[in-house]
């Protein structure tokens, strides 16, 4: 009752503002009327929640219309299309003809104007969905990668223009390939406008942040905080002296963290979010989406109100932008990860612990926690779907849940110090390079860089120059691959992985970067191997195919469409199984994750008569399963059975 009084109260001012706009074009404005009246209760709601007992809500409530209005008119009309047409497939994202990929852009063609002569190449790849790393203007130093963001609506000028990735968005639009953009929303970079207003003492934009004047509510915060970069600096909280106070920084001391808690800064955030969906942005990656909001005695991650926030983003974008949709950054406890992936908040997410998990079955050759994990934790709502992939710009972390381990008779702690000790090539025998990341001395902590191929162990097969172990590092590497492309969700492909890049270990002469380990796998594109990618006797060639092919075969089944995937026990202890349904299509998908040939018993699998005919997707053949299925040393089948 009080959001529709609200409502019409605001609405008819906004009408009389806009008169003339509006009566250009009286359709769409019902169509924005019908959206806002659809969206408003949960809107108002979650407001209410957040800010309602701020004497001047109804002064917030009507600046959120009055942005809304003015974001829709200035939206463009293609853009206004793509809503239309969007609004008849809403659920375009879980099809499983959507194949992603990322790259940053400076890394990958220096110019953003450069960008679009790749083109070709992501069709040739497969990709639609394509996220650019944070392209934005930057404190010049260290800028963590892009997430220090100085202006949201100025692109780094070393790298381009806002006008330039309008016309990037619209170019990969037509050739039917979705932009996707951060929108780093936790902190902005101490030269942010705002964040210079609140050095030069201005308390409106003090409020935008967390500053203190002493230790003393500091020290009571600090209490409960993880750190998160710990060999970089100790604790959250970072001393301004120009302003001379203390300033909440999550992250790097670069990094401010906004303050929510103020409806001005969800205001003014939220402008910035609907000024770049009208450059033609997507999907949102929802960055560090744990953080935003602070509780004293708590952790300050997780918190309901970081939820409700989302939710009212969410809200927003639906009125103005409805094509536009949310991907979550959370890689926190696995039941935390689930709760941002809602229609209302994030249709999409990031996969952490399927990605954890790939490679400590790698490590272990046993797939116990791995089955037990996904069995138990992968279920999501309807409408929305997972990102699977098998690494990022950012480190990994082994974020599954302590009580799994338990469950599947493993010890967590000692897990985690076997799986850092062989992801850093110090375990005898382990063929992963990878390079440790933010040791925490206090508790043992550690994250782990490296790229696919150097965690997969090709760079240590190349430098033994052992054909034999080449040839495993590829193969561990085309099961990963083939997993993330099976499982359910959207396969995020690293590019330089679908060549088979190596670490990269330049970033130690670069000062700005030498501190950051994330930096040996965020290599430069080296163009002059394309010639690689053309003879068919290189790696590069093998591993190009093996991606080309693997994303034209997932885009030919349709049991690969949604988010469900339903565990299998393969009664094999290395061998990891679950099926794929839609409507009459049903693919059984085994994976061996030891080196060993697998034999699995055909009436083993509960959907396999013995007798029937099998055929095996992956590889285009057809088996007779009168007793067994072999898998070869790290091999995967996609079976699908015909009676
Ligand atoms: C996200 C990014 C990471 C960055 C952090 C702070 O987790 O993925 O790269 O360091 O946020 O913005
Ligand atoms: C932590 C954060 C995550 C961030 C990462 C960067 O894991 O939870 O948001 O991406 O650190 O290293």
Not at 100 to 105: D, M, P
Not at 138 to 163: F, H, L, Q, W
Not at 258 to 264: D, Q, R, S, T, V
Not at 593 to 601: M, R, V
Request: aromatic share 12%; hydrophobic share 40%; with cysteine.
């Amino acid at each position: 009752m009080q959001a529709r009084k609200s409502l019409d109260r605001i609405l008819p001012a906004m009408e009389a503002k806009f008169e003339v706009a509006l009566a250009r074009q009286p359709e769409q404005w019902n169509g924005f009327k019908q959206r806002l009246e659809r969206a408003w209760p949960r809107l108002f709601r979650d407001l209410h929640a957040l800010y309602g007992w701020q004497y001047d809500f109804f002064y917030t409530l009507e600046q959120l219309v009055l942005l809304a209005m003015r974001a829709w008119l200035d939206r463009s009309a293609e853009l206004r299309d793509l809503d239309t047409e969007r609004a008849a497939t809403p659920h375009w994202f879980l099809s499983e003809q959507v194949c992603g990929a990322v790259l940053y852009v400076d890394l990958f063609s220096e110019k953003l104007a450069r960008l679009s002569d790749h083109i070709a190449y992501f069709k040739t790849l497969g990709i639609n969905y394509l996220h650019l790393m944070p392209l934005f203007a930057v404190p010049k130093a260290d800028n963590d990668g892009g997430y220090a963001v100085s202006d949201y609506r100025a692109i780094n000028p070393d790298v381009g223009t806002m006008e330039e990735l309008a016309a990037l968005s619209a170019a990969l639009r037509r050739e039917g390939i979705s932009l996707v953009l951060d929108f780093v929303f936790n902190h902005t970079a101490d030269e942010h406008y705002w964040a210079r207003k609140a050095k030069a003492g201005d308390s409106e934009y003090m409020n935008y942040y967390w500053t203190f004047p002493d230790r003393t509510l500091p020290d009571q915060f600090q209490r409960h905080l993880r750190d998160i970069f710990p060999t970089v600096r100790r604790g959250s909280f970072t001393w301004c002296e120009e302003m001379g106070r203390w300033v909440w920084t999550t992250f790097n001391s670069f990094q401010w963290d906004l303050n929510y808690a103020n409806p001005e800064v969800f205001r003014a955030m939220a402008e910035e979010m609907l000024f770049l969906a009208n450059k033609g942005v997507e999907v949102f990656r929802l960055d560090a989406v744990a953080f935003i909001w602070k509780r004293m005695g708590t952790d300050c991650e997780n918190q309901p109100e970081a939820h409700t926030l989302i939710s009212a983003f969410n809200a927003l974008v639906q009125i103005v932008a409805p094509s536009v949709i949310f991907k979550s950054e959370a890689i926190v406890h696995p039941d935390e990860v689930v709760e941002y992936i809602h229609p209302h908040q994030c249709q999409l997410s990031y996969n952490p612990l399927l990605m954890a998990l790939l490679w400590e079955a790698l490590a272990t050759r046993e797939v116990k926690l791995l089955a037990y994990a996904m069995r138990h934790r992968s279920r999501i709502p309807e409408g929305c779907t997972w990102v699977n992939y098998l690494r990022c710009h950012d480190d990994i972390g082994w974020t599954f849940a302590d009580e799994d381990a338990r469950a599947v008779g493993i010890d967590p702690g000692g897990h985690r110090h076997f799986l850092n000790t062989f992801y850093t090539g110090r375990f005898p025998g382990a063929f992963a390079r990878g390079v440790p990341f933010q040791f925490n001395p206090d508790n043992g902590d550690l994250r782990v860089s490296g790229t696919l191929s150097s965690l997969a162990g090709l760079e240590d097969a190349l430098e033994k120059g052992d054909p034999e172990w080449i040839e495993l590092a590829v193969r561990r590497i085309n099961l990963l691959r083939s997993i993330i492309a099976s499982a359910g969700g959207i396969p995020l492909l690293y590019l330089g992985d679908e060549w088979g890049m190596l670490n990269d270990y330049t970033f130690l002469t670069d000062p700005a970067k030498a501190g950051d380990s994330r930096w040996v796998h965020r290599c430069k594109r080296r163009w002059e191997a394309r010639k690689d990618l053309e003879d068919s006797d290189t790696l590069e060639w093998r591993f190009f195919h093996e991606m080309v092919k693997l994303f034209k075969l997932r885009k030919s089944i349709p049991a690969f469409r949604n988010g469900g995937l339903e565990v299998i026990d393969t009664g094999n202890p290395h061998v990891f199984g679950y099926t794929r349904t839609q409507d009459s299509q049903k693919v059984v998908v085994v994976c061996n994750f030891s080196e060993y040939d697998q034999a699995l018993d055909a009436g083993w699998l509960p959907t396999l008569g013995a007798g029937s005919t099998v055929s095996d997707l992956l590889h285009g053949e057809q088996l007779k399963t009168a007793h067994t299925v072999v898998l070869e040393g790290y091999r995967a089948r996609w079976l699908e059975i015909s009676r």
